[in-house]
């Protein structure tokens, strides 16, 4: 198991690229396999999350070159063109990989298996299952289809119109992929608009799909076609920078060709209540997706209260928020969050327990956090338990620490950020 240890101090200079966006690498490889026509990709995101995506149409009989580009070049079988895979799909640590290809796999003509590392598991399911089970699909899996491995024999299925619990991309992009192959259109409905990349890219290949409010509808009946694809770098993976280079006196950090869709910026507008300095500059569009630069200069930042639509806006970055809560005057209070229980791990419980093993004031709420900020941290250890994202923002707030703070279980990194060590170290100075 790795370990990191970390040495605060130093501030951020400089220009950045952070790697690209994982839930759009996602989609690129699931839909450059079902297009008819060659599909490339540049700025693919090579963590292991994709790479499984990747490994797992492979299985399928799609074949796709890396050429000494960098780029990606998928050759595409068409909608009806998977192969029966024979063996196990493994999606590794990745809920996106295995929720989606749920969907994508309950209308092939085949049958299909599959799994994931000891964490994901432990994720629920049912949620994708429950709904796909609604169109006719066929799928199993342990405690009644809660839990992986999950088997899913491929069957006709019939469109539905499907009102979530949750606001969670995966299981509305579940549901459009199935809906690609049911009979009649496919509506989901969400309580807060979650991230719509599945929405744009589909519209991209050239699917009949209608953006709602909250949700979307998918006219199944036409083919996809293969595209040029260029993936923006992660705001996720920026957002532990951008946060470093708040929280870090004297700093001045651009960080160049970020994706800044309205569904995933909520880091952006909570930094900025919290009185951060960030310029968005350089604004334009790629591939479907909008995307600019980042200036950010440190900042007195002040605690904030978050909750309602602005959660599912930035979902993956509350960790990295309670570390920018816990270097800010006052109290920062999240709600609306209870999502956080059901990531890569309970990350409310695992960010209570390592801000908290370093001197902050947090509090675990049912549906979010509390946390004081202004506290001076100590030095120590911290566990990532298993979880990247705990990782990199235990990483960011060791900056803010005087004595060194060693971060237990950092292979985990690899999920979505390679680099991601070096990259911080490159870009601070001592
Ligand atoms: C993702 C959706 C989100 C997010 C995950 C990636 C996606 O999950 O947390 O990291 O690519 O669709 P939920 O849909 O479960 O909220």
Redesign the pocket.
Known sequence: MKQQMVTGGGRLRGEIRVPGD??IS??SIMLGSLATGTTRVRGLLRGEDNLATLQAFRAMGVRIEEPADGSLLIHGVGLHGLREPDGVLDCGNS??TM??MTGLLAGQRFFTVLTGDRYLRRRPMKRVVEPLTRMGGQIWGRNGGELAPLAIRGTALQGISHQSQ????????ALLLAGLYAEGETVVHEPHL??D??ERMLRYFGARLESLATGARLIPGRHLEGREVEVPGDI?SAAFFMVAALIRPGSELLIRHVGVNPTRSGIIDILLAMGGSLELQNQRECSGEPVADILVRSSHLRGIEIGGDLV?RA??EFPVIAVAAAFAEGETVIRDAR?LR??ETDRIAAMTAELGGLGAQVTALEDGMAIRGGVALGGGTASSHGDHRIAMSMAVAALGVAEPVTIVDTDCTETSFPGFWQLLEQSREL
């Open positions: 994982k839930s996602h989609r809920g996106t929720r989606l949750v606001a969670s991309a995966q299981i509305k992009s979650s991230r990349h599945s996720s599912p979902i993956d999502e059901v990531k």
